[in-house]
Nanobody, 114 residues
């Protein structure tokens, strides 16, 4: 069984920054792709960013140039650095990892508001 613990969400003003973390734990853990998704009220969950075990990344067009995904394989942790935040970024952010079985984090709220 894999446990994912997310942290780093909160309230920030437009133009501000936040850094999300998601730490995975479990015996004999090997994690392949690590992802961040988000779900805004009344909207479908959407993929924000992906990072492979080798470090290749991919981003949704809406966050390119503002968000950066990274990972520490030794710590089984994925990060999402979010800069120049906009009100449209307000959502619950979830990490999603493949081990290769899929696991979701519990979600962390990000609110961008003045």
């Amino acid at each position: 069984q894999v446990q994912l613990v997310e942290s780093g969400g909160g309230l920030v003003q437009p133009g501000g920054s936040l850094r999300l973390s998601c730490a995975a734990s479990g015996s004999g853990l090997t994690i392949f792709d690590m992802n961040w998704y988000r779900q805004a009220p009344g909207k479908q969950r959407e993929l924000v960013a992906t990072i492979t075990r080798g470090g290749s990344t991919n981003y949704a067009d809406s966050v390119k140039g503002r968000f950066t995904i990274s990972r520490d394989n030794a710590k089984n942790t994925v990060y999402l650095q979010m800069n120049s935040l906009e009100p449209e970024d307000t959502a619950v952010y979830y990490c999603y990892v493949m081990t290769p079985f899929p696991y979701w984090g519990q979600g962390t709220q990000v609110t961008v508001s003045s």
